[in-house]
């Protein structure tokens, strides 16, 4: 029996193609929109992390304050401390075990092309805590741990992969950095899902031994960017009392370190401990959070055009429902002729969606979205398949019990007794009128919220960021061995006879060199921290972030000087107390008296630096607008050097690394980048919301436009007779395109009404969802008034076959 239903039910289907091909697209696409954006959110938001007892895993983060708790400085933690607090773990009883990481970016220098790795100095903890699964080899033991200078390195799959050919033999081979030759011991497996903890994307090529990372000597006064420390708690432990322990713990350290250092003065750490499912997810689930709302919003609007379709379609089929009821058939068999007819294309169009969602996964995992976390792992899982096939058996029972509804059996009953003369079934004008306002509201809702988050981003895509993005190049140094082989001096003279070397090509028009400049690879950027307008203890405090460099590498830059002077190259070399600030700055010391000339201080002290110039202020991806000072130097530790060149001419990584070997075979480029291709980087997720959202919008209306088309379609049907005759006694099609435009401003305006009390509802929340730019007057305007214009065009083109013709012809029913 549900065999000839299932056969019935897909005879019937054939013979009306468009109907059913459209139905399984319209509903295939939403639906795998909606199963991808689920598996994503399921992927972030509740699936465990891969790491066992992830939820005792903490990352330790801090910042420097006052006795007021104001940050001196933010993302501070002593390296030192960290060092001090991993050897005396046993001494915190709420702590089983601690691991250190180490980040940085480093050249290898005896595989061809001296390819750049990303490096993960590590305890042996790291991996253990992890329970990293191996390819090949072997964790580091204890025996290679902290203090041991041992050597020895694990490789990831990809490098395994990419560089050994996935040669079997690859532990017996060995990688160079800085000149030391480290043993390979093992290669972690593909399906490893590292723990990302530093910035975006970052994904280790090479892990060594922490005695081999690439930083400073670890003191106690200076905080270290690159070094992440792992906590993972007793099972009984509180995280808070675990937090007050070590933040005890380190204060007492640094006041003892510290005595007498009048930038410690009145200061000390405020640690947080962080679970490791926050720390990786970040912000990335308000993006996913937001692509799920616009595929729900998808599919509520497909779901209404499916329900035209199929209410339609259920008006043409009474007379087989008329005789179907005259041989015997009851109401629930007619829901049971719905929902087979209606199952068979819901499972079509649940297998389609389950393509759809796989090639979205692979969009995500491409980058299309920037970089969201957990993608590595994102794929379609069984919980995938599950939820894909209830939801559309839900829709499709639902679907069945709003059309059985609107079929009135006694109705049916009673066209068959007239023999089927003007007692049709219709759908109630009260349906009718509900799928309009329906729709309208979705979209009017949809097209506010995206129109907000589209002009945020947008402004940010094309704000004037006040520095050279054409023809700029950023190029960072890795000296090898030469930071322990060389003194500081010899390094500079070297570093200098680079830039001599790279100022003689013909394509180059100006090159200086510096630090880290305020936008740059390292997307999570740099902390801030704190000056004085005058000297003492507490005294008028600022935050600012520097920049070291030369004169020519602020220019290739596109700092822009508007008043006073620039470095001079022997104020770089002797790194003179002289400064230049930006216009940020230079407005708050307008206020207190002379800019050019004017002192600053260090916190809490006597030393001061002067101020030459003033430049105007950047405006960087990201970044709040913030006092910045620049700084005359010369580093010879890790430096950049800015290249700008000629118009239409480029430079390449290849090209300045064969110049660098000239002058010294240890000088390699770790990381070459053009400004543009930086900013990209930096405004990827702007780019991402506007082109989303822009694209949400775009299908919104065309949905919402077709599935009133058909509505309006439906209602001029049923009115044709009478519209022929209004036609007939002298009524313009003027006059019946607004008697027509005013029954379709109706369910505009409970929609207008409804989507009001949505909107207030919804600007409550604010930064939860949706930027507080939905609850925008001038948003919602603008889109009421293209919901208006997609209204009158949608019944201009539904009322054209009336109005363009004769009235004789909708007399007569044509």
Known sequence: MVTHSINMAWQRLKRHISYTVTIILTLGLALGALVSTYNLNYQLLAAPLPYPDAERLMLLRGALVDDNNEIKQSNF?????????????????????????????????????????????????????????????????????????????????????????????????????KGVSFRIIGVTASQFDEPVLSTPNWHTDVWLTYDYNDSPAPQWQRNNIQTYQILKLHKSADSQTAQLSLENWFNEQLHQQTRGMQDFANSRVKLELIPFKTR??????????????????????????????????????????????????????????????????????????????????????????????????????????????????????????????????????????????????????????????????????????????????????????????????????????????????????????ALDSLRALPQVEHAGIGGYPPISYWVPGFSSRQMQFEPGIKKNSFEFQSTAGTASYFNAFGTKLIDGRAFTMEEAINNESVVIINQYLARQLRERGQVLGAKLYSRNSQNSVEVIGVVD????????????????????????????????????????????????????????????????????????????????????????????????????????????VRMSIGATPITVLILILKDNLRPLLIAVCASACILLSISALQDTLVPNTASSIVHWLVSLAAVITLVTGVTLASARDIIARPALHALRGE
Request: aromatic share 8%; net charge neutral; glycine share 6%.
């Open 77 to 177: 933690i002593p390296h030192a401390g960290s060092l001090t607090s991993y050897e005396k773990q046993p001494q915190f009883p709420e702590i089983e075990s601690i691991a250190l990481q180490n980040i940085s970016i480093d050249v290898e220098q005896s595989l061809p092309s001296s390819p750049t790795f990303n490096i993960g100095a590590i305890t042996p903890e790291y991996m253990q805590l992890l329970d990293a699964p191996m390819a090949l080899g072997r964790y580091f033991s204890s025996d290679e741990g902290l203090g041991s200078q041992q050597p020895v390195a694990m490789i990831s799959y990809s490098v395994w992969q990419q560089y050994f050919a996935g040669n079997p033999d690859v532990l017996e081979k060995t990688v160079v950095f």
């Open 280 to 497: 990786i997810v970040g912000d990335a689930s308000q993006v996913s959070l937001m692509m799920l709302l616009g595929s729900i919003v998808l599919l509520l609007i497909a779901l209404s055009n499916i329900c035209n379709l199929v209410l339609s379609r259920a008006v043409e089929q009474q007379r087989n429902f008329a005789v179907q009821a005259a041989l015997g058939a009851r109401p629930s068999h007619l829901f049971h002729h719905i929902v087979t007819e209606l199952g068979l294309l819901f499972t079509c169009a649940a297998a389609i969606s389950l393509v759809v969602a796989t090639a979205i996964i692979w969009l995500l995992k491409s980058g299309m979205a920037g970089p969201l976390a957990r993608l590595q792992t994102l794929q379609l899982e069984l919980h995938t398949v599950v939820f894909a096939l209830m939801t559309s058996a839900a829709l499709c029972l639902m679907l069945a019990w709003i059309v059985s509804r609107q079929l009135n059996y006694q109705n049916i009953i009673r066209q068959l007794q007239s023999s089927g003369k003007g007692t049709g079934v219709q759908i109630s004008a009260t349906t009718r009128n509900l799928l309009i306002s329906f729709q309208l509201l979705i979209c009017l809702s949809l097209l506010t919220v995206c129109l907000g988050v589209f002009q945020t981003s947008w402004q940010h895509l094309q704000r004037e960021t006040g520095i050279k993005e054409q023809n700029t190049y950023q190029v960072a140094l890795n000296l090898g061995t030469l930071l322990q082989q060389m003194t500081l001096e010899e390094r500079r003279q070297l570093l200098l006879s």
């Open 617 to 724: 202020d950047i405006y960087l991806p990201n970044q709040p607008n913030i006092a910045r000072i620049f700084i005359p130097a010369i580093p010879t530790g890790y430096p950049f050097i800015m290249i700008e060149t000629k118009a239409n001419a480029g430079i390449s990584k290849a090209e300045i690394n064969q110049l660098l070997v000239d002058i010294h075979p240890q000088m390699r480029v770790y990381n070459f980048q053009s400004t543009t291709t930086l900013l990209a980087t930096h405004l990827q997720r702007d780019r991402v919301a506007s082109i989303f959202t822009l694209v949400l919008s775009v299908i919104a209306l065309v949905l919402a436009a077709i599935g009133i088309y058909g509505v309006c379609k439906y209602n001029i049907a049923l009115r044709r007779f009478e519209l022929g």
